[in-house]
Every structure is written in structure tokens, then in C-alpha cells.
Nanobody, 122 residues
Framework: QVQLVESGGGLVQAGGSLRLSCAAS????????MAWFRQGPGKEREFVAH?????NYADSVKGRFTISRDNAKNTVYLQMNNLKPEDTAVYYC??????????????????WGQGTQLTVSS
């Protein structure tokens, strides 16, 4: 397992942009598949984006969000543009060793960050 620490959440107006960061511990970061999930008020945790070589996105964020990683810094990012009020949620970073075809399911990840709050005002 790796230790994950998210940062970068906050309050932003609709149409604005924000970048989340997730710093990971460990020396084999490049062998980990990384993902972002979110959990809105009264909702279940849902998949947002995943990266392991290539990137995958939920339909709700495709074209607005970009996931990227810097293996030299053990960090994964989520650039969020054209934010909408429905993007309001706690955003979680997740990691698992190597790729899983079920990357959109929270259950396949064994390391989670503490979460960072994003609030988008209308």
C-alpha cells in the first residue's frame, strides 16, 4: 500500500477551474494505477478518472477534466475545467498495484487519501 494525501480543493464559481493534487509515498509509484473518485452529499462514491498508461474518464467529466501523473514527483493530478455545481463533492485519490479492468469500481483500490472538498457555486 501507499500513503496518499490530496490537496487543492476549495470553493469555485461555476465555469471556473481548479487542480487537485495527490501525493503518494513509496518508491514504486510508477507501478501503481491511480484514480480519482468523488462522493457528493447523500450519494455513493463514484468514479471520476483513472490513469495507468492511458487515461479513462467518467462520461460526466469527459472533455472537462484531465488526469495526469508525474512519476518523478510521485503525484497524480486532476485538472478540472468548466466546473458545474453538480461537481460539488469530496474528491478522493485512490491507488492499486498494477492495472485492473474494473478500475471504475472503488473496491479494487487498496489505498485511499483522506479526501478534499470541492464546492462549486452557481
Amino acid at each position: 500500500q501507499v500513503q496518499l494525501v490530496e490537496s487543492g480543493g476549495g470553493l469555485v464559481q461555476a465555469g471556473g477551474s481548479l487542480r487537485l493534487s495527490c501525493a503518494a509515498s513509496g518508491r514504486t509509484f510508477d507501478s501503481y494505477a491511480m484514480a480519482w473518485f468523488r462522493q457528493g452529499p447523500g450519494k455513493e462514491r463514484e468514479f471520476v478518472a483513472h490513469i495507468f498508461g492511458i487515461a479513462n474518464y467518467a462520461d460526466s467529466v469527459k472533455g472537462r477534466f484531465t488526469i495526469s501523473r508525474d512519476n518523478a514527483k510521485n503525484t497524480v493530478y486532476l485538472q478540472m475545467n468548466n466546473l458545474k455545481p453538480e461537481d460539488t463533492a469530496v474528491y478522493y485519490c485512490a491507488a492499486r498495484k498494477y492495472y485492473s479492468g474494473s478500475f471504475y469500481q472503488p473496491s479494487v483500490y487498496d489505498s485511499w487519501g483522506q479526501g478534499t472538498q470541492l464546492t462549486v457555486s452557481s
